[in-house]
T-cell receptor, first 109, second 112 residues
């Protein structure tokens, strides 16, 4: 089967760093996405990884290890507005994107 | 500005009625998708279309139907055969190749 696992909830403090992990098992691999979704809103694209390694984009970085079926999203200098759900998603060999259930991140002042 | 428009934002229907959710994009994207999201759940694929006049079932297509007569439009009909239609429905599009989705703002359907 196809499966994407990520923690259900995490809590961090404003100004700190948090790492959200994602493991996946899919039929083929054509890339991994991270999306941010605020409550009641549509997801917005954060990052895309298809090769192993770290992609940095401002305060957000995403890492991929294809051999381990593992990715993480790193958020630095956390702000209150980063309180949201973070969705890990994988595109399989059929070009279908499969989503994890999301990680709800709570930021404390 | 280019984007995806979903309408309406909120929709209420009585049990047993069919309802159609609109999705229009002016991004010139080939592929369009419909997802359903339930509380605490990830997005689940209902239907997708990669070209006009062609579409494929996703993981939870039962009780839903779609059409793709124009590149810009991909309406979703929730039929009375769908057992639990109350959910947040998201339409997305993607250009050819591998890029992130562009999502519409979603339609929250409540069946009473």
């Amino acid at each position: 089967g196809q499966n994407i696992d990520q923690p259900t909830e995490m809590t961090a403090t404003e100004g700190a760093i948090v790492q959200i992990n994602c493991t996946y098992q899919t039929s083929g691999f054509n890339g991994l996405f991270w999306y941010q979704q605020h409550a009641g809103e549509a997801p917005t694209f954060l990052s895309y990884n298809v090769l192993d390694g770290l992609e940095e984009k401002g305060r957000f970085s995403s890492f991929l290890s294809r051999s381990k079926g593992y990715s993480y999203l790193l958020l630095k200098e956390l702000q209150m507005k980063d309180s949201a759900s973070y969705l890990c998603a994988v595109m399989n060999r059929d070009d279908k994107i499969i989503f994890g259930k999301g990680t709800r991140l709570h930021i404390l002042p | 500005d280019g984007g995806i428009t979903q309408s309406p934002k909120y929709l209420f229907r009585k049990e047993g009625q069919n309802v159609t959710l609109s999705c229009e994009q002016n991004l010139n994207h080939d592929a369009m998708y419909w997802y359903r999201q339930d509380p605490g759940q990830g997005l689940r694929l209902i239907y997708y279309s990669q070209i006009v006049n062609d579409f494929q079932k996703g993981d939870i297509a039962e009780g839903y139907s779609v059409s793709r007569e124009k590149k810009e439009s991909f309406p979703l009909t929730v039929t009375s055969a769908q057992k639990n239609p109350t959910a947040f429905y998201l339409c997305a599009s993607m250009p050819g190749g591998v890029y992130g989705y562009t999502f519409g703002s979603g339609t929250r359907l409540t069946v009473v």
